[in-house]
């Protein structure tokens, strides 16, 4: 018997399902970067559903979330990349651990200030800091970009870390100029929707009104003396 008030199994699994295969897309083509600079531009949105992670969920299915998706980076590394990241307990558990506070951490921000891609971009740093033993030269970020003469002269002059900082930010921007797209699609169709319901209430109130109206309208006799 289905409890009234609890969601069903299908609506929890509508709800996940296209977060774990966004999630899982996004580490595959992590990884493809990574090992591939043939991909460089893979980096700059490859971040874009951990993001949105950060911005709609609550902290604690962002924190499961970012775990996920460090999971599934080590294991499609393991697939795809020879050379980027190592094969260890130690970086399974970091990949594991760091983005998954990353994202909790990002989502009760979030709740708090609202999505900024400052502040988003600025916490990627941190992890790049801690993800810093499992192997990658120049971090995750950075590393998708290749060996190219812009990125390693930025990179020497600013430090790698100004590199993940850049392509975080532009991949946090990006996910705020989707939202804002979405929204100003959205408006006509709500407001439409809107000015619909009124016109329902407004006619199925009609009856009453006019009912109303005319009681009001009726000629009193005159008062009692």
Aim: glycine share 8%.
């Amino acid at each position: 018997m289905k409890i009234s008030g609890q969601p069903s199994e299908s609506a929890f699994g509508t709800k996940v399902l296209p977060y774990a295969l966004a999630l899982s897309a996004s580490a595959i083509l992590m990884a493809l970067a990574i090992e591939s600079p043939r991909h460089w531009w893979l980096g700059w949105v490859t971040l874009l559903p951990l993001l949105q992670v950060a911005r709609s969920l609550r902290p604690s299915f962002a924190l499961a979330a970012g775990s996920f998706w460090g999971a599934a980076l080590f294991a499609a590394s393991a697939c795809i990349s020879r050379e980027g990241i190592q094969h260890t307990p130690l970086a399974f558990a970091l990949l594991a651990l760091v983005p998954a506070l990353y994202a909790g951490l990002g989502a009760a921000l979030t709740r708090r200030i609202g999505f900024s891609p400052y502040l988003m971009a600025l916490g990627w740093v941190g992890v790049e800091l801690c993800l810093r033993p499992i192997g990658l030269e120049h971090g995750l970020l950075a590393r998708t970009q290749g060996n190219g003469v812009l990125i390693y002269a930025f990179g020497s002059f600013a430090g790698y870390a100004m590199v993940a900082f850049l392509v975080a930010y532009i991949n946090a921007s990006l996910l705020d100029v989707l939202h804002e797209v979405h929204a100003c699609l959205s408006l006509p169709r709500l407001v439409a929707a809107s000015a619909d319901s009124l016109r329902r209430v407004a006619v199925a109130d009609a009856p009453f009104v006019v009912s109303r109206f005319l009681r009001i309208s009726q000629p009193r006799g005159p008062p009692l003396n």
